[in-house]
């Protein structure tokens, strides 16, 4: 999911020229490892969140709100952070990010100690503060290394590192976290060393980007913070639809993802134990790395809005067998989800700013907003799962795909028009 402001930081930076500093190479390499570790901890929370629901006996509202205060930080930090990183500039703003970051892993070690929810939550906040100005900064470096012309295809190879993060986090969590938990169910201690170690990385990598010596680049300013540049941009509809289409799109697969450990472990689905749900979660994950290479192969043959449309599809198609069946059918059905996500993100957020022009960074920057869905929709389907169960509540996610069904439709009888 580091995939979300990279679109804004593509169209800002792939017309600036290279201007020197460390060579573009290991800028990269170290770069990438920042794609990989905001993966591998957004992908951590899918596993924090049945930990934290057996420790302090939540229901599922309640352990949805690990995603609400993770993601809603996205929504409420970006505009300052785009500030602060216009001041400061971006590779300060790399090292700042990654300072706050490392605090926010840091907080789980008290939070842990005195057994507190509300402390966990307040960590994720800090943590997800940190990464949403990381991004910020850190997006525009990978378009800038290099020629204007592969730019494409460096983003391609970061966010396929993203993507690794995501498919090991799963197994990470399941190591470390839940099979320490498994010996005590009401102990949230098996988090403080995983953190720490996190912690960690973060404050290591802050200290390499102080002193790794990256080109300067100059920022497009977007008219984000002005209602009447809004309005005005939102007048297209290619874009207030697909404003709507990238919210419900990060809600979905957040949902499916925070739900699916506690989805697997269910009696009549998989009937597995925490740890084993938790390492077929790296299935999901891995789905979408896998089929965002596929789809994009697929897109050079077929247009992207009919691509679109009929991964939305068939996403409807896998949750409704999910939901109507019982056992492994139900169990592979959901998983499978994730090779439909795959490329829905960038088809809806290319297609949504193609015609744009002058107004394509603030109808970016509005599209970068729309990842609260992220934390949104998960506790919807978590208020759902409370009144009418955890299998039935994935109807939440069929009627989120059936917007983006209706978006790729819209997108095709535009283009036919």
């Not at 090292?95 to 970051?101: D, E, M, R, T, Y």
């Not at 008219?223 to 540049?229: L, N, P, V």
């Not at 939102?234 to 207030?240: F, G, P, V, Y």
């Not at 994009?296 to 691509?307: P, R």
């Amino acid at each position: 999911m580091g995939e979300l402001p990279m679109a804004i930081s593509v169209l800002e930076s792939q017309s600036q020229q290279q201007s020197g500093g460390q060579s573009q190479p290991i800028s990269l390499a170290w770069l990438t490892s920042l794609f990989f570790l905001w993966g591998f901890i957004t992908c951590l929370n899918d596993i924090l969140i049945p930990h934290l629901k057996n420790s302090f006996d939540l229901n599922y509202s309640q352990a949805m709100l690990v995603q609400f205060c993770f993601f809603g930080a996205y929504f409420l930090v970006s505009v300052p952070a785009g500030k602060l990183v216009e001041k400061i500039g971006f590779q300060r703003g790399i090292v700042v990010g990654l300072v706050i970051a490392g605090i926010g892993c840091g907080l789980f070690y008290p939070a842990a100690s005195v057994h507190t929810y509300s402390l966990f939550l307040a960590a994720l906040f800090v943590l997800a503060s940190g990464i949403t100005i990381l991004q910020v900064s850190a997006n525009p470096y990978v378009a800038k290394l290099g020629d204007a012309k592969t730019a494409s295809s460096r983003l391609t190879m970061t966010q396929a590192f993203n993507s690794l993060g995501t498919t090991i986090a799963p197994f990470f969590g399941a190591l470390l976290i839940l099979n320490s938990a498994a010996k005590n169910a009401n102990d949230a201690s098996s988090v403080q060393l995983p953190y720490l170690g996190l912690a960690l990385s973060f404050i290591v990598l802050a200290v390499v980007f102080a002193l790794l010596k990256l080109p300067s680049i100059e920022q497009q300013k977007s008219d984000i913070t002005s209602s009447s540049s809004i309005k005005e941009t939102l007048k297209d509809k290619r874009l207030a639809f697909g404003v709507i289409a990238i919210f419900v799109y990060v809600g979905a697969e957040v949902s499916i993802g925070s739900f699916m450990v506690n989805f697997l472990m269910e009696q009549h689905i998989g009937n597995l134990s925490e740890k084993a749900a938790a390492s077929y979660l790296a299935y999901y994950w891995g789905g979408a790395m896998v089929g965002r290479f596929a789809g994009a192969l697929l897109m050079q043959k077929i247009s992207g809005a009919k691509v679109l449309f009929a991964h939305a599809l068939i996403a409807i198609v896998l949750i409704s067998i999910a939901v109507v069946s019982q056992g492994s059918i139900a169990m592979w059905a959901l998983i499978f989800v994730g090779l439909c996500n795959s490329v829905m993100f960038p088809t809806i957020f290319s297609l949504a700013v193609g015609n744009l022009g002058e107004k394509t960074a603030t109808g970016s920057g509005l599209l970068c907003l729309a990842i609260v869905g992220g934390a949104v929709i998960p506790l919807f389907q978590g208020l759902l799962a409370d009144s009418i169960g955890i299998q039935h509540a994935l109807v939440l996610p069929i009627i989120c795909y059936a917007f983006i069904a209706f978006y790729g439709r819209f997108l095709t009888k535009q283009n036919h028009a």
